[in-house]
């Protein structure tokens, strides 16, 4: 596989997501940059995320007049100019200050939508200034007044969906985890002395304060509000034993759209049409919950042989191309959320950062597209691609 040999920090001169990638490496504090990038246990799953698309050729037609193309697609009721939705991370501000917000910018200058962690650093009200398409990620929380109080805030604030995590009611096995900290929220004494080879991202912190969990703090007891015990206290708060009955639950208390995230069975996409998800979100959690999961790719055809024309599926996975997001597409896919590519871009530059990595998927997108003979996503199936 080529591997980029560039290792400057111009995040302008980056051609690829993986460049911008090696630069968050570089100012990031291991602590901080393992969080972005590592997987569960062996991370076979987060290997074949992107191992998956490998598995697919291209299959061109040539002699077509390709002058003139558009990325448009239509996504939950209006049109966006290409097919990609920012994935919801936590603890944004880690990677740059205010990251939530410069994500949401940069969204938003895109034309597509941006979805805000419940774990984000920035408060809901901020984020809704950046204006565009906004979505709120949800972990069902116990405490339901902490549930209300983000749904009637974010419905305030404008936010046209909810995207309801599923797939991380059990802690996962993140040994990378194990090494960076002694003890939940404290840092190995290797790790704060590894953040002294990082100044500017320290000058940063020590200007802007330890990145909090903004939305819930008004809920959280005043024994608790040092950064560690805020920490635990929210992690605290998710709900182990969350079922269908919560979606139902859900469903009543919030009227815009809904889509469930964390779906990878046929089943379970049926049962969520049957509650009234207007669409779901086919993820294994970035490779970073269940080990040795299938890919979201794999299973995408079977559920957009069924579902597709009934309810929006997104995908997300392993995206680091152009030509990444044309093959989901082609496998029936609505749209595609990516996560871990433009927060590289965050990391590597805050919100000029996050613009850039947008910039460079759409030119890929809009490259492979003009390659294969096809003027628009509508001329885009499996017909294109050779399968191993």
């Given at each position: ?145 902490i549930v209300r109080n983000l749904l009637e ?94 979606i139902r639950g859900l469903r009543d208390l ?135």
């Amino acid at each position: 596989m080529k591997r980029s040999l560039y290792s400057g920090s111009d995040y302008r001169c980056a051609q690829t997501i993986e460049e911008l990638e090696g630069m968050a490496r570089r100012r990031l504090p291991h602590f901080a940059f393992q969080y972005i990038f590592s997987g569960a246990e062996d991370e076979v799953s987060l290997a074949w995320n992107r191992k998956i698309f490998e598995t697919m050729r291209f299959v061109p037609n040539t002699l077509v007049d390709t002058s003139r193309r558009s990325l448009a697609v239509p996504l939950m009721g209006a049109p966006i100019p290409l097919p990609l939705v920012i994935a919801p991370t936590g603890f944004n501000g880690l990677s740059w200050p205010g990251g939530d917000v410069a994500l949401a910018r940069a969204a938003a200058a895109a034309g597509i939508p941006f979805t805000l962690s419940t774990f984000s650093t920035s408060r809901i009200e901020d984020v809704a200034r950046a204006g565009g398409r906004l979505w709120l990620q949800l972990y069902i929380l116990r405490n339901r007044d902490i549930v209300r109080n983000l749904l009637e805030r974010a419905a305030a604030a404008g936010f046209e969906a909810l995207v309801v995590t599923t797939d991380a009611n059990v802690s996962s096995g993140r040994e990378w985890d194990k090494r960076s900290y002694r003890a939940p929220g404290k840092l190995t004494l290797r790790c704060r002395l590894e953040t002294l080879l990082h100044p500017h991202w320290l000058l940063q912190i020590l200007q802007n304060g330890v990145p909090q969990i903004a939305n819930v703090v008004d809920f959280i007891p005043p024994e608790q509000r040092s950064t560690v015990r805020r920490a635990l206290f929210i992690s605290s708060q998710v709900q182990r034993d969350i079922h269908w009955e919560d979606i139902r639950g859900l469903r009543d208390l919030w009227k815009g759209k809904l889509l469930i995230k964390g779906v990878l069975a046929a089943d379970d996409a049926r049962r969520a049409l049957q509650l009234g998800a207007d669409g779901i979100v086919l993820s294994n959690h970035g490779g970073r919950q269940l080990e040795t999961c299938v890919s979201p790719l794999q299973v995408l055809p079977e559920i957009a042989g069924e579902f597709r024309d009934k309810m929006t599926l997104i995908v997300d996975g392993g995206f680091r191309r152009g030509g990444d997001v044309v093959k989901a597409m082609a496998l029936g896919a609505h749209a595609v959320m990516i996560g871990r590519a433009t927060l590289y871009g965050v990391a590597a530059a805050g919100e000029p950062g996050a613009r850039h990595a947008l910039q460079i998927l759409t030119a890929e997108i809009d490259r492979v597209l003009g390659m294969l003979g096809r003027r628009s996503f509508t001329e885009v199936d499996e017909k294109i691609l050779f399968r191993d």
